[in-house]
Structure formats: structure tokens, C-alpha cells
């Protein structure tokens, strides 16, 4: 399914708990593990392009298919980066920061380390990056890219190229892109009765009766 424009501005509008509740009504597991977590700007919303690295003890080589996909990919996209979840080197930086904003990618999810924080922050406030650990160490010389556009695993979840990454301060979901508009609409639900559930708890003065109403009690 074609992620429209719409969508990304409806789930700018969810938050990722919601949307993991929606995904969880279907069966899914989709929040990504408690490690990986906002580094970097605000609220990220876009569809995946993958990179998968792996360790590697050869000459020193730059993570090209990451570089590759930087400069290729859509504006709007965001890159996800699959290194085992080794927090001890950092799959993005300064550098790779810049290339992203330049190319107006939405930003990147690393199941692994960042560095160039203070730089990112800096220079490129409006760059989204999540990531499992904040670390000076490059990944060169210690691994290498070995694909991109392949399905990766982020915090415990499949990533499959195309996916929704949705990421805020609750950390990051990842929705199937065939069912974008589905868990988008289930989640504005789940919102709009979470509302409804504290409108009656702050007016009746009682968290048992906000959540009787819909038989959570």
C-alpha cells in the first residue's frame, strides 16, 4: 500500500502507545524494545528503507550500502540501521546527519549506537534519530554493510522495507505497510475512548468509574 501524505499526518497525530495497542488488537507485537530510544529532534514518522551491518575484521571499509541509501531514498524516509544491537560503536553520525537533512529524509532508527549527539542536535534539529546507546566509536574497521532494502530485525521486530517507523518519547512501533490505514484508524479510536475515560475520571473524581464505562474494572 502507497503511504500517502495523509497518513504520515495522521499518525504525527497518534501516539506510539496507541498504535501499539491497535497493532495488539490484531494480534501484533510491534513497539520496539525499551532500548531504542529518541537521541535526536522530535516526533518521526516515516516509511523504512533497511541497512543490515555486520561485524568485521578486515581492512577498514565505510558503511556503503548506509551512504548508498542515504543519498537514494525518498525524502521523508527513514533509515534503519540492524547491528545485533551492539551498543558499543555507533552506526550514525554527524556526517550521515547531514547527508539525511540534505536529502530531506525524516530521520533514522539504529539498533545500536549514535554518536555526534551534541553536533545533530546542533546543526540539524529537525533530524529524528533513534537509537539504542549514545557512543564515540565508529563502526569502521569494526563492521561493514552487508545489504539494504532486505528485512532487518530492530529491538525484537521485523522491518521490512516500506514499513511504517513511528517513533515519540514512548520509543518506536513498526506497522506493516499493508495495514497502515487500518491500525491508523483503530488507534484514532483508542485515543478518542482514552479521552472520553479521563474527561469522566477528573469530572467524577473516581479512576474506577472513568474505567467502568468501558468494563476495565
Known amino acids: 500500500m502507497t503511504i500517502t501524505p495523509e497518513i ?13 495497542d491497535a497493532l495488539s488488537v490484531r494480534g501484533l507485537h510491534g ?23 555486520e561485524p568485521w575484521d578486515g581492512d577498514p571499509v565505510p558503511p556503503t550500502h548506509a551512504l548508498e541509501a542515504i543519498d537514494a531514498s525518498p525524502a521523508g524516509s527513514v533509515i534503519v540501521i540492524d547491528n545485533g544491537g551492539d551498543e558499543t560503536v555507533a552506526c550514525w553520525g554527524g556526517l550521515m546527519a547531514a547527508g539525511a537533512t540534505v536529502n530531506g529524509l525524516e530521520g533514522a ?17 529537525g533530524l529524528n534519530v533513534f537509537a539504542a546507546a549514545r557512543i ?28 511504517l517507523m513511528v517513533g515519540d518519547l514512548d520509543g518506536v ?17 483508542i485515543e478518542q475512548r ?24
Open 31 to 53: 513497539y520496539v524494545h525499551s532500548r531504542v530510544q529518541r537521541q535526536a529532534g522530535g516526533k518521526l514518522v516515516g516509511p523504512a528503507v533497511t541497512v543490515k551491518e
Open 173 to 189: 512501533v513498526v506497522v506493516p505497510q499493508e495495514i497502515v490505514a487500518e491500525v491508523l484508524e483503530e488507534a484514532r479510536l
Open 8 to 20: 504520515i499526518a495522521g499518525y504525527r497525530a497518534i501516539t506510539t502507545p496507541s498504535i501499539s
Open 109 to 125: 532508527v539504529i539498533d545500536g549506537g549514535v554518536r555526534d549527539v551534541e553536533e545533530i542536535n546542533r546543526d540539524f534539529a
Open 136 to 163: 564515540s566509536a565508529t563502526t569502521v574497521g569494526r563492521y561493514r554493510t552487508v545489504s539494504s532494502g532486505e528485512p532487518v530485525t530492530i529491538g525484537g521486530v521485523e522491518v521490512r522495507q516500506g514499513d
Open 194 to 217: 482514552e479521552r472520553e475515560q479521563t474527561a469522566l475520571i477528573l469530572s467524577s473524581g473516581s479512576l474506577s468509574e472513568g474505567l467502568a464505562k468501558y468494563n476495565l474494572v
